[in-house]
Nanobody
Framework: QVQLVESGGGLVQAGGSLRLSCAAS????????MGWYRQAPGKQRELVAS?????NYADSVKGRFTISRDNAKNTVYLQMNSLKPEDTAVYYC?????????????WGQGTQVTVSS
């Protein structure tokens, strides 16, 4: 079983920075992508950034957020700079693992990021 443990969320003023971390543990022998999604109240969950072969960012965070990973530690990070109130959301870590020819998604429990104006 795979577990994802997130940390680093909190309350910050607009223009500030936060760094999220997500450590994966369990039966991981190989994985495809690790990334971050977010969900604001009343909105659908959306991709923020992902890493695995290629790196992808949502247009709304390009130039402000940076995803990085430490494969030796099975950990992915999200450095968030120049935060805006519209970045307020619950941020979820995502890991995609190939199992028996199928891509299986795992999710963290979520960490709240609140940006005040």
């Amino acid at each position: 079983q795979v577990q994802l443990v997130e940390s680093g969320g909190g309350l910050v003023q607009a223009g500030g920075s936060l760094r999220l971390s997500c450590a994966a543990s369990g039966s991981i022998f190989s994985y495809n992508r690790m990334g971050w999604y977010r969900q604001a109240p009343g909105k659908q969950r959306e991709l923020v950034a992902s890493s695995g072969g290629s790196t992808n960012y949502a247009d709304s965070v390009k130039g402000r957020f940076t995803i990085s990973r430490d494969n030796a530690k099975n950990t992915v990070y999200l450095q968030m700079n120049s935060l805006k109130p519209e970045d307020t959301a619950v941020y979820y870590c995502n890991l995609v693992v190939p199992i028996a020819g199928t891509m299986v998604n795992y999710w963290g429990q979520g960490t709240q990021v609140t940006v005040s104006s």
